[in-house]
Every structure is written in C-alpha cells, then in structure tokens.
C-alpha cells in the first residue's frame, strides 16, 4: 500500500503542503520519495488559430510505501528513465489474468504497463507512419488492457513518457482512495488522501474506469470522441481535457478485441420455476463457497511479513502480523475460522472489537436504574479510569460492556477458541471514551473528506478506531487486564458478505413486497453501487495509522462465482423457515429441535455451522454505527443524513 501526490500545474511547480504530506506519511511509513518532470504544450487559440501560447508544464509525484510485499522496500514512485514513464500505485495485484502476482506487485505492474505502452507504441509508428494521435489511441489500448487483467484493490497514477499522457484510476470496487481537484487554470491535483479543506475542492475519483489527459502539443482527446473515451465533466478551463475508458466498455478501438472487459459478471436473475429445496450443510454450493473463500483468504493472508518494531525498526517473527476487524458477527468470524485453517497454528491472531462510551446511552440506562446489570461482567475496571471514561467508571456501568458489538465479540471470541484451540486468538478490547472521540473529531473529519454527514462520521469513527488497535486483554489466568496495542499492519474485513448473500434488512423487505423479482432488484442495485459506496473512505480512515485493509469477500474470483449461482442458493427466502438439514442429518442431535436460521446469508450460514461455530451461525445483522454505539452521542434526534456540524469541532493531538 501506498499514499499517492499528484500536481499538474502551469508556470511554477506546485508544493506539497506539511499536513497532505504529514498524511502521505502515515499511509506509507516505510518510504517516501519524490519526482518531478517537466513538458512543453502548446495551446492555440480558437477565435485567432495563428495565435499559438506554450507553456511549461510542472509535474510533480509524490508516493510513500507500506511494505507488505517482497523481500525488501520498492520505493515509489517507479521511474523508467528510457522513456521518462512514472507509476504511483497504491493496490494490490493478486492476480494478472488467471496468474498469480508473487513478489513485489509494484515492479510487476510497471513493467506490465511500460510492455504494453512501448510496444504498441513502436509497433504503429513502423507499421502506419499515422501520427501522434493514432499512437496515443493505441497506447490506450495497451494501458486498459493491462489494468483489465489485474484482480485486487488498487489507486493508481501512471504517466508515459512516450506520448505524454496521465491515466488515473481506481478499481471497479473503488477499493482505495483517490481524490482530485483543479489547480489553478490548466492544472490538476490527485492525492489519496487531502489536507482536509472544506470548501468542497477535492472529489473522489469514479470507481467507472481510467481517466485520460493528454499533455502533448498537438492533441486533446476532444477531437476523436469515436475512439471510445468518454467525455468527464469534470473538466475546468483552460484544463487539458479529462477523458474516460469505461470499465464496462466492450470495445474502445478496433486494435483491441478486449478493451476494459466486464470485471465481474452480471447478476443471475433466473427466477425459481418450482417449490425451492431447503438449503443444508450437504449443498453443493457451501463445498464452492468454502473454496472460493479460502482461496481469498490464502491470497491476502500468506506469507504476511513480519511488523517493524516501532522503537528499533527490526523485524520479528514473534510479532503479530494479521488482525481481523472483529465485532463477532456472522461475516467476520467466518474468516476468523476460515484463517485458522490457512496460516500456521504459531502465528497469532488479534481480534480487534471496538466499543465505545456513548453518553446518550449511558444517561439513559442509569436513569432507568439498571446500572448494576453491568456490574457483573467482566470488565477492564482498573484500567477504565486510567485510559477510559471521562468520568471513569460511571455508578459501576462500564459504558464499554453495555456496547452490542462487545457482547457478541466475547460470546464468537469463545466459541472461536473452542472450536480453534492450539492458537492464541487475542481478543483486543478497543475502549474508546466520548473525550478520546471529541479529541479525534477534527482528524476524523478531516479524513472523509468530501464525505460530510453525520452517518460518515460515526462509521468512521469505528474504523478509525478499531484500526488503531490501542486497547485493553483479559488474562483469564491472572483475572487481569493489560494495555495492548496491535502491531499488525494487515486487517481483514466482512464488508462485501451482506451484499453478495442479501444480508440487509431491506433484502426482507424487498422479499416480503415484490417476491423474488423485489430481491434481486435490491440485489442488482447494491452490486451495481459497490464502486460508488464509501470504500475510498473507509480506506483513508484506517490506513491513517499504517494499516492496510483487504476484504476477503470481494475477490474477483468469489464474487464472480456469488454472481452467477442463482439467488435460491445464497439464502434461504421462500425456503422453510430456515431449517438447516433434513432430520437424518448427522450432525443434529436425536431428539433435538432442528436449528432454524434466518434467510438472509444462509449459506454463510451454513457454512459457519458446518464448521463449528453454531452460535455464530445464528446471528443477526447489526450495522457498526450500532454495534459500537458510535451513533447519536449527543441528540437521538439527529438523522445519518444531516450534514456533520463543525461548531463542534476539537483539536486532535
């Protein structure tokens, strides 16, 4: 992973400013290097064509790198000094095609891009003699057919040298964060992250393709609309002309018979024709489940590299390097199970729960007199005052424990250990106090930026937190706590589970209304918008402490497969109440009332039944803003939607 900086500007080179840098910085911690470029363009006026102005243009790149791959550090930006060809790249390429990235997917990705651009572009200038306009489609061409190929998250940023065009992009999920805006007339900033201005300057780049500026003297892509490029607005005045490849175009030249493919099928809405079968552990479909998702999980977790101690910056092995955003839900302790079977049984595995004080709910449990019902659960009460409550501990309610998401963590966090004994599973109590999040306020907001309303800010406020791993664990030996920070650099998320298994409420809804037809509608739309959800968000919350997130659940290869099973596979509406086997399954005990789940992702399930976790199986959806109690702290009446009020606003150290 990286943190990307981009300037296109005319006249003088534009500076990084110390907080966008600052931020950079703790995005990628390991590296950070820049490089600048210059280009001449001319610009010919409409009104008098022999009017020609040339203009020197500064390019300035910026990347810094968290190391997760390869045997050492790959410094960033990637320079070819044949061609003067750049690449920022903040992803992960886990596969190219059918093929497996192993190493360093920086290097393999630079070098993808300078074959593909070098030999299109030398192929036609022997072959056609056409001009620079035609090497410059073709060279399109090449780029998209690269990016095309390439399963994982990415943001990426590269220039060529040869004509002397900028692509920029995201991937079709919008996995990673890119952000642009103007600078000044005939300029352009990208950046993964931005130094928090409110005057909506900055916007997120689409997640619907790889957008096009050509920076040479004779060409804008306004001028060949037929190649396949289409228009953005987003252009300014005076701006060399934004153009997009889409990712759903079938074809953008006649050289390409690919183009930017399809990266994910369409959804399979072939509707049942008869009485639908209860889905069981016996299903064909929980075996291709199980698989896919293993397989994901192999990918992202292999082969991890150990964390740099923060104080000697040495490596060790016996420190952590994978934890799991882990709220003990469904979709996260499948993984946590599904993990336990990929890595060593000697590498540990920290499950970061995070609950916070919420004075809304504090206030209104104590006035109701059921402040003792807390009292009695295990708690980190010594250490609550000293890194805790604003008040410490509040008449013996410890704000913590009254959170859903700790009570389910604990009660998954058991049985994962039972069912997965021989590995130390630790479960990291991330205790937030309502001061700590006044405290953080400003930075939060600051970091979902442009995203500006009150929902945003409470979903942010879980990842930030639970990302930074600062918390608290039990020693059931001792029957004491300790202060515990995760060193692990990699995380594992759930999202993805819901949309793909129709694990929402409103898929009941849309089910209970309109039937089937209703479902996959809801379906299609939730699939449609993952590129358009808050991914790039999420992604600059959390890698602001030096993490990287990957989510098992959204690998090409799974989702792919989730897309064309059919709907009566995945979960359980219209099917008998959820029963989870025939009564001759052997797994139900004699005499004992068959399990029952709810329709929404029942084959995950099922799939977490199947393999051991029968508590977990049964759990419900809950959204995180909920579960960690970081919504409505201070008025019930404020709504997801309002606009986040910055009359609140504190400093964060």
Excluded at 212 to 240: I, Q, R, W
Excluded at 320 to 341: E, N, P, Q, W, Y
């Amino acid at each position: 992973m990286c943190g990307i900086f981009f300037s296109l500007s005319c006249g003088s080179p534009s500076n990084l400013d110390e907080r966008t840098s600052d931020l950079l910085r703790r995005r990628g911690p390991d590296s950070y290097k820049e490089h600048r470029t210059e280009v001449k363009r001319k610009y010919t006026s409409g009104q008098n064509p022999a009017l020609v102005d040339e203009r020197q243009l500064h390019l300035s790149f910026t990347s810094t790198v968290l190391a997760l791959r390869g045997e050492s550090v790959t410094s960033q930006p990637l320079i070819d000094g044949a061609t003067g060809s750049v690449l920022c790249w903040n992803g992960e390429a886990w596969k190219f095609g059918t093929v497996t990235v192993a190493g360093n997917d920086s290097d393999f990705v630079f070098g993808s891009l300078l074959q593909a651009a070098s030999s299109r572009w030398k192929d036609l200038t022997v072959a056609n003699g056409t001009g620079l306009t035609y090497h410059n489609e073709a060279v399109r061409v090449g780029v998209a057919a690269v990016m095309s190929k390439i399963s994982g998250p990415f943001a990426f940023l590269f220039y060529d040298g040869n004509t002397q065009q900028l692509f920029f992009g995201r991937d079709h999920l919008g996995r990673r964060s890119l952000l642009q805006r103007d600078n000044g007339p005939g300029g352009l900033m990208i950046a993964s992250v931005c130094g928090g201005c409110r005057e909506n300057e900055w916007k997120e780049v689409e997640a619907d393709g790889i957008y096009v500026v050509s920076l040479d003297e004779k060409t804008a892509f306004d001028s060949h609309a037929g190649s396949g490029c289409a228009e953005n607005e987003l252009a300014g005045p005076l701006f060399p002309t934004r153009n997009k490849i889409p990712w759903r175009a079938e074809n953008i030249d006649p050289l390409s018979a690919t183009g930017m493919e399809p990266s994910i099928p369409a959804l399979n809405r072939t509707l049942p024709s008869t009485d639908i079968p209860s889905l069981s552990v016996n299903h064909p479909s929980l075996r291709l489940l199980q698989r896919h998702l293993s397989e994901s999980l192999t990918l992202r977790v292999a082969g991890l590299p150990s964390p740099p101690d923060p104080v000697t910056l040495t490596t060790t092995d016996k420190r952590t390097k994978l934890a799991i955003l882990f709220s003990g839900g469904l979709d996260c302790t499948v993984l946590a199970r599904l993990v336990h079977d990929v890595l060593p049984a000697s590498e540990d595995i920290d499950l970061l729960n995070v609950a916070f004080e919420n004075p809304r709910v504090v206030s209104a449990f104590r006035n109701k007199g059921e402040s003792s019902a807390a009292s009695g659960a295990a708690s980190a009460s010594t250490l609550e005052a000293q890194a805790g409550s604003s008040s410490g501990v509040i008449n013996t309610v410890i704000p913590y424990d009254m959170c859903p998401d700790r009570i389910t963590g604990r009660a998954s966090f058991g049985e994962l250990a039972q069912v997965c004994p021989g590995r130390i599973w630790r479960f990291v109590e991330v205790n937030v106090p309502y001061w700590e999040t006044q405290q953080h306020r400003s930075s939060v907001i600051s970091l979902i930026h442009p995203h500006s309303t009150e929902m945003d800010l409470s979903i942010a406020f879980a990842f930030y937190f639970a990302a930074r791993g600062s918390g608290v664990v039990y020693d059931p030996t001792a029957s004491i706590y300790s202060i515990y920070k995760s060193p692990a650099r990699v995380l594992l998320s759930g999202l993805g589970a819901d949309e793909l298994f129709a694990g929402y409420n409103r898929h009941a809804t849309a089910y209970s209304r309109r039937g089937f037809p209703g479902l996959l509608d809801e379906l299609e739309l939730d699939i449609t918008r993952l590129g358009k959800r808050n991914l790039g968000r999420d992604d600059r919350v959390m890698s602001n402490w030096g993490k990287e997130v990957r989510f098992p659940y959204l690998d090409e290869d799974l989702l792919g497969w989730t897309l064309r099973c059919p709907v009566w596979e995945k979960c359980g509406f219209g099917q008998e109440e959820g029963i989870i086997a025939d009564e001759d399954e052997p797994r139900l005990e004699p005499g004992k009332k068959l399990l029952r789940l709810e329709p929404g992702k029942k084959l995950l399930r099922l799939l977490a039944y199947k393999l051991g976790m029968k508590a977990v199986a049964r759990e419900k959806k809950r959204a995180i803003q909920f579960g960690a109690r970081t919504a409505k702290m201070e008025s019930g009446k404020s709504k997801g939607t309002h606009l986040i009020s910055h009359d609140r606003v504190r400093t964060s150290s």
